[in-house]
T-cell receptor, first 113, second 113 residues
Framework: KAGVTQTPRYLIKTRGQQVTLSCSPI?????VSWYQQTPGQGLQFLFE???????NKGNFPGRFSGRQFSNSRSEMNVSTLELGDSALYLC????????????FGQGTRLTVV | GENVEQHPSTLSVQEGDSAVIKCTYS??????FPWYKQELGKGPQLIID?????GEKKDQRIAVTLNKTAKHFSLHITETQPEDSAVYFC????????????FGSGTRLQVQP
């Protein structure tokens, strides 16, 4: 059974640009959550999607957005990038949502220069 | 909101010794407590979890204990091996409340051969 797949693995962007990250959940999983991991703040929740609807949102500015498609694949977008957005962005999928038994992908390492 | 504290931040043990990582949580509504292992360059891997209706759970060399009254839960690794070296994260959430995982700050475990 394939795991959670995140693309791309690495990205370098310039301040002010926007970026889109992609996540394909484990087959059959309908919930996708996104987390930001930085050395200073650790793992912080961004948002969760279930059946194409955002069910939960963390404390991040509106520059961070996401969506989920009918096949459960999800994308997150960050607009007007800032240096502080440099982080590992992790996607987790779970079968029924509600953050139980969440399985993470390898992440996308975003560097903003 | 939930707050999870994790100790110690670093832990060095000799191969074959036991390792214990402790976490405390603040929200009595939390009832699901997973542990993740993160190796360099990889996403967090779910290694064991426990729900609040259980006091202890064991899987081979790994065990987790939960004290709901004190709001403590701990990860125990016995007979440590060099491949156990990684960063371990505890987390807490409520699987009935559509809440996101709140993570501890992580413990870097180094197993010396």
């Amino acid at each position: 059974k394939a795991g959670v797949t995140q693309t791309p693995r690495y990205l370098i962007k310039t301040r002010g640009q926007q970026v889109t990250l992609s996540c394909s959940p484990i087959s059959g999983h309908r919930s996708v959550s996104w987390y930001q991991q930085t050395p200073g703040q650790g793992l912080q929740f961004l948002f969760e999607y279930f059946s194409e609807t955002q069910r939960n949102k963390g404390n991040f500015p509106g520059r961070f957005s996401g969506r989920q498609f009918s096949n459960s694949r999800s994308e997150m977008n960050v607009s007007t990038l800032e240096l502080g957005d440099s982080a590992l962005y992790l996607c987790a999928s779970s079968l029924k949502g509600e953050s139980t038994e969440a399985f993470f992908g390898q992440g996308t390492r975003l560097t903003v220069v | 909101g939930e707050n999870v504290e994790q100790h110690p931040s670093t832990l060095s043990v000799q191969e074959g010794d036991s390792a214990v990582i402790k976490c405390t949580y603040s929200d009595s509504a939390s009832n699901y407590f997973p542990w993740y292992k993160q190796e360099l360059g990889k996403g967090p891997q779910l290694i064991i979890d426990i729900r609040s209706n259980v006091g202890e759970k064991k899987d081979q060399r790994i065990a987790v204990t939960l004290n709901k009254t004190a709001k403590h839960f701990s990860l125990h690794i016995t007979e440590t091996q060099p491949e156990d070296s990684a960063v371990y994260f505890c987390a807490a959430t409520s699987y009935t409340g559509r809440r996101a995982l709140t993570f501890g700050s992580g413990t870097r475990l180094q197993v010396q051969p």
